[in-house]
């Protein structure tokens, strides 16, 4: 089956540490997306990529890095430069076509900095 | 400046009722896109329905309708027939401009809890 797969569903992080989150996806979608959640909140976008090679910083960019190396994954990494990063993580993929295309969600990796 | 507004933090609503969730907007732009989600407590986002800008019509999926006014920038999400499935974390979003690859921005979200 087509989807969007994270890994960890759940990640520990000390102060000080890069921890880095994966996002693979096989629905052959071009643009992918980070976005972080914070409780009783919506989803802020970090960075997204509408090509290999390339991302684009979101809203909330500092303390995050990207790559795009291949379609398929779009890793993130929360380095020790993000003040305050226990969040819920989603990445997201969306098809080349119109605007109305919507975006497919993987199930999320939960951050949390003991 | 705030984008996606969603002014009800939490909502009740008895079983087999309707509800009607909020959602009001902010964009210039002529061509944009609205989307609702759903997030179960499991964390996933569940994509519910689309309106475009220029839609003549109010999208409709299943038990879900969306009532768009675009004069008052308003897409409010109506669940018919509350179903107990129905509790979760609900979304209104916003895609700006003409492409798939324009980046979509969300809002606050409503908590719905539907009670037997």
């Known amino acids: 089956d087509g989807g969007i797969t994270q890994s960890p569903k759940y990640l520990f992080r000390k102060e000080g540490q890069n921890v880095t989150l994966s996002c693979e996806q096989n629905?052959?979608?071009?643009?992918m997306y980070w976005y972080r959640q914070d409780p009783g909140q919506g989803l802020r976008l970090i960075y997204y990529?509408?090509?290999?090679?390339?991302?684009q910083k979101g809203d909330i960019a500092e303390g995050y890095s990207v790559s795009r190396e291949k379609k398929e994954s779009f890793p993130l990494t929360v380095t020790s430069a993000q003040k305050n990063p226990t969040a819920f993580y989603l990445c997201?993929?969306?098809?080349?076509?119109?605007?109305?295309?919507?975006?497919?969600f993987g199930q999320g990796t939960r951050l949390t900095v003991v | 400046a705030q984008k996606i507004t969603q002014t009800q933090p939490g909502m009740f609503v008895q079983e087999k009722e309707a509800v009607t969730l909020d959602c009001t907007y902010d964009?210039?732009?002529?061509?944009?896109?609205l989307f609702w989600y759903k997030q179960p407590s499991s964390g996933e986002m569940i994509f519910l329905i689309y309106?475009?800008?220029?839609?003549?019509q109010n999208a409709t999926e299943g038990r879900y309708s969306l009532n768009f006014q675009k004069a008052r920038k308003s897409a409010n999400l109506v669940i018919s027939a509350s179903q107990l499935g129905d509790s979760a974390m609900y979304f209104c979003?916003?895609?700006?401009?003409?492409?798939?690859?324009?980046?979509?921005?969300f809002g606050p979200g409503t908590s719905l809890s539907v009670i037997p």
């Open positions: 964009t210039s732009d002529q061509s944009y896109g």
């Open positions: 990529s509408q090509i290999v090679n390339d991302f």
């Open positions: 629905l052959n979608h071009d643009a």
């Open positions: 997201a993929s969306t098809q080349i076509r119109d605007r109305r295309s919507e975006a497919f």
């Open positions: 309106q475009g800008s220029y839609d003549e």
């Open positions: 979003a916003m895609r700006e401009g003409e492409t798939s690859y324009d980046k979509v921005i």
